[in-house]
């Protein structure tokens, strides 16, 4: 069985074009977006496993593998305490939650050799599903793609709460407890997406917004080579199609989102991406960049 993909990124990333690209291929499917529901499945997993009652009280979580029947019932026996009576051992939760997860992501028709994953934008902020499924699918590909959060969270604003490229001063100025919540939450994420790349506990590759859409192609041939996948015309037809990319944004504003913020605004996003952005290799709007020097200085 091929080893999954996983897309990880934020939203207004890129995320549905690498899909795309990706699901150009015939013996490749990637599942889109689901609500981020492996992170209470996730929550339940590692509780499951961590809590000191379970470990107290369960003792088939003390086995290597599956306790045999009559293990069991002696367990049942009417003279021992019930009250925590299961089977399983860190093995079968493992595999019970395995296959849950290759229920939602394979079809029952889809070819065993055939490649699947999923995209989403809601993990690696707040939740441990990266480690659930790293734990789960060792041999899993993770992708995490990245964006300028100057313009991520610009698109967000646009796309997701309403406050888009005619966004006017005053509505601006009401709006910046929300500006400043999307920004938070982009750098909570993507550090966190960054740390798990470079752990090296994972098989990762990051991936800049801005370079899987330039034209060049440069930066997408390469992660494809890396995969053992060739750039083909399929592939050239996706990066070259308008229809079904998820966004309305041009070629000449795609990187200038930021613009339309006012300079209010502006401030508090810069601020609240924190020397992230920088991290990630993009440099602050010349308006701002005395925000980003004073926090260099500690100030």
């Given at each position: 069985m091929s080893a999954p993909i996983f897309l990880l990124s934020s939203g207004r990333s890129g995320s549905t074009l690498l899909q795309r690209i990706l699901n150009s291929y015939d013996d490749v499917i990637i599942w889109g977006e689901h609500r981020g529901l492996l992170a209470p499945v996730a929550?339940?997993?590692?509780?499951?496993?961590?809590?000191?009652?379970?470990?107290?009280?369960?003792?088939?979580?003390?086995?290597?593998?599956t306790p045999p029947w009559s293990d069991v019932l002696e367990w049942k026996d009417g003279a021992q305490w019930q009250a925590w009576l299961n089977w399983v051992s860190p093995a079968d939760i493992d595999g019970c939650f395995r296959s849950f997860v290759e229920s939602l992501f394979r079809h029952p028709e889809q070819p065993a050799d055939m490649t699947w994953g999923f995209k989403e934008i809601r993990y690696g902020g707040h939740d441990r599903v990266v480690e659930f499924l790293s734990r789960l699918f060792p041999d899993a590909r993770f992708v995490f793609l990245a964006r300028n959060g100057l313009n991520t969270v610009e698109s967000?604003?646009?796309?997701?709460?309403?406050?888009?490229?005619?966004?006017?001063?005053?509505?601006?100025?009401?709006?910046?407890?929300?500006?400043?919540?999307?920004?938070?939450?982009?750098?909570?994420?993507?550090?966190?997406l960054l740390s798990w790349h470079r752990s090296r506990v994972l098989n990762s590759y990051w991936l800049s917004f801005e370079e899987v859409a330039a034209t060049?192609?440069?930066?997408?041939?390469?992660?494809?080579?890396?995969?053992?996948?060739?750039?083909?015309p399929a592939q050239q037809r996706v990066c070259d199609e308008q229809d079904g990319r998820g966004t309305s944004?041009?070629?000449?504003?795609?990187?200038?989102?930021?613009?339309?913020?006012?300079?209010a605004p502006l401030l508090v996003v810069e601020w609240m991406l924190g020397r992230m952005n920088a991290e990630l290799g993009y440099m602050p709007p010349r308006s701002v960049q005395w925000l980003h020097r004073m926090r260099g200085a500690g100030l």
């Open positions: 929550d339940a997993y590692f509780q499951l496993l961590e809590h000191p009652w379970n470990r107290t009280f369960m003792p088939s979580l003390s086995r290597s593998s967000q604003l646009r796309s997701f709460n309403g406050v888009g490229s005619n966004l006017h001063f005053l509505r601006g100025l009401s709006r910046l407890k929300l500006i400043a919540q999307r920004s938070r939450e982009w750098r909570i994420q993507n550090a966190a060049d192609r440069v930066a997408i041939r390469s992660f494809l080579e890396a995969l053992g996948r060739p750039f083909g944004e041009s070629a000449d504003t795609l990187h200038d989102r930021w613009r339309s913020f006012g300079y």
